[in-house]
């Protein structure tokens, strides 16, 4: 194993279902990969890390329509629930979450509206450090 | 292969990318080091995704297999 680990830092700046996807299979799977994995929650990203965020994120635009159908198929199929594979992550116990707070202040979400597992809440300088020694950067 | 003694069986058959390597990495988690694991799984990735897993967190792959659909792993953890 290298001594130091890989690291893995995703700006998490959309909430629809399409895109939370990737970023909580790339996050868990990071995860149980011992990559240090640094997610950041800003813009239509926050809305993910909101109470209930998860569970009613929708595809996008008039696609919206087919969030049903699109959940079901992945029900049947065998894949997790987002908040499923948010509850992976923590698992792992090697992903971070970050809320942005000028998004917060924005959207007027206060800090009780966001989910517990929101490690830190924290704006861009703190991230682009975080990120700095990052061997993948990600926007998604 | 069959000669290994296994300390743990993972049955990830049905389940899809990223599940079988979210299994491994809950499984090997409250394994101890030098003890087996034999993974059995149908999602064709993890051809790939197993040995990638392996080699980053510093597991050893005894050995593996592949019958129909299935693809089975043996696992020393480390």
Redesign the interface.
């Known amino acids: 194993?290298a001594e130091k680990p890989?690291k893995m830092a995703i700006i998490v700046h959309s909430g629809t279902l399409d895109k939370l996807y990737p970023v909580f299979?790339l996050a868990?799977?990071g995860?149980?990969?011992?990559?240090d994995v640094h997610l950041f929650f800003t813009f239509w990203g926050l809305n993910a890390v909101k109470k209930g965020g998860l569970e009613s994120a929708k595809l996008p635009g008039v696609m919206s329509l087919g969030t049903g159908m699109m959940k079901g198929k992945i029900k049947s199929?065998?894949?997790?629930s987002l908040p499923e594979?948010l509850e992976?992550t923590r698992?792992?116990e090697n992903v971070t979450i970050y809320a942005c707070s000028t998004t917060m202040a924005m959207m007027d979400v206060p800090k009780e509206q966001l989910i517990p597992e929101v490690d830190e809440i924290v704006g861009a300088a703190s991230f682009l450090a975080i990120a700095m020694g990052a061997d993948i950067q990600l926007f998604i | 292969m069959s000669e290994v003694e296994i300390d743990l069986e993972l049955d990830c058959r049905g389940l899809f990318c990223p599940m079988p390597i979210v299994q491994l990495k809950k499984a090997t988690k409250n394994m101890k080091p030098g003890q087996v694991l034999r993974l059995v799984a149908t999602d064709p990735g993890s051809k790939r995704d197993v040995p990638a897993w392996a080699e980053k967190t510093g597991n050893m792959i005894l050995g593996s297999s592949e019958e129909g659909r299935e693809f089975t792993y043996i696992i020393r953890v480390s």
Do not use: A, I, K
């Not at chain 1, 995860?31 to 990559?35: E, H, I, L, N, V």
């Not at chain 1, 199929?77 to 997790?80: D, I, L, R, W």
């Open positions: 194993m890989t299979m868990s799977t995860g149980s990969m011992d990559m199929v065998g894949v997790p594979l992976m698992m792992t």
